[in-house]
């Protein structure tokens, strides 16, 4: 409910979970360490509030909660924002969702079975009034809408053309990273492609490295992230990027705007959603696995390799 302005007290050490004074929470702003587990955005945990705590944040006292953002303030201190997994609004669909806050003495890490502990974000990127542009954007709102959605683990989100917020989600201790973007190759219209970009540049200088205010420009995302993760000290996820040749190309400044996808783009959405089930499957499973082929496609599929960027 609260940032907590009172200094901690002593925590109450769970079996098995050193929290003490020989182990102190860290963290990064973006990330933090409590009882030796990195816990980031999407980490399950346990709550044990302080005795001191509000009546609100005790009726909370070994319930489960998953970290939505860990948060630095002016002196330093770090709160941790979590959600309860039984608040249907707590992706703020809704807006009726609640956002809890608690130090990192008062969360204890949740293990998690065999093979769950990877953590993916399948980001939509593109612009909504630039025609083909909009296909990242189209194939999120098509995601969520499918009868079969994808594991608890992994977060789905449309970026549209914010391409700062973007960058600084990739510091939130993913493995790996989709991103859904129209790109265009040179191939028909309609045609997807799996990329995957070479490894990060080295950290450009701030200025150079900030994407457009109003524009995404995955290769300049890419490059402030890695800034960011330099100055953070935090590994960046791997990125694939799920691209798709677009038949209508705008620069952005054109008199008027264009909204929706071309047929051939728009045909390609339902077998974009397929192919994310696919690639999700297999990342999750390892996050440095080759997703392999794509499977059935509407038009053949070019894969391309390593060091090829949309």
Do not use: K
Request: glycine share 12%; charged share 20%; proline share 14%.
């Amino acid at each position: 409910m609260r940032p907590h302005p009172e200094p901690p007290a002593a925590p109450r050490d769970p079996p098995g979970i050193a929290t003490g004074p020989e182990t102190p929470p860290t963290g990064t702003g973006r990330t933090v360490t409590v009882g030796g587990v990195r816990l980031a955005r999407g980490s399950m945990v346990r709550l044990r509030p302080r005795r001191r705590a509000d009546i609100f944040d005790l009726a909370l006292t070994g319930r489960h909660a998953e970290i939505d953002a860990v948060e630095e303030d002016m002196e330093g201190g770090l709160h941790i924002a979590v959600t309860l997994p039984a608040d249907e609004g707590r992706h703020f669909t809704t807006g009726l969702g609640h956002r809890f806050f608690f130090t990192p003495e008062e969360i204890e890490p949740v293990e998690e079975g065999p093979g769950s502990a990877a953590r993916l974000l399948v980001a939509g990127i593109g612009n909504i009034f630039l025609a083909d542009d909009a296909f990242g954007p189209d194939v999120i709102t098509a995601l969520r809408a499918a009868p079969r959605p994808l594991p608890e683990q992994v977060h789905v989100a449309d970026f549209g053309i914010r391409g700062m917020d973007l960058a600084y989600r990739l510091l939130d201790g993913y493995d790996a990273a989709v991103f859904v973007d129209a790109a265009p190759r040179g191939g028909p219209p309609g045609t997807l492609y799996l990329i995957e970009p070479g490894p990060a540049p080295a950290p450009a200088p701030h200025a150079a490295a900030l994407p457009e205010a109003h524009g995404m420009d995955p290769v300049r995302v890419l490059a402030l992230a890695a800034r960011l993760a330099h100055d953070a000290g935090t590994p960046l996820p791997r990125v694939l990027v799920l691209g798709c040749e677009p038949l209508v190309r705008l620069r952005g400044d054109e008199p008027d705007v264009t909204v929706g996808l071309s047929p051939p783009v728009r045909a390609a959405v339902d077998a974009a959603v397929d192919a994310l089930h696919d690639i999700v499957g297999t990342l999750l499973a390892d996050p440095g696995a080759d997703p392999g082929p794509l499977g059935p496609l509407p038009q053949a599929v070019p894969r391309l390799g390593a060091g090829t960027a949309p």
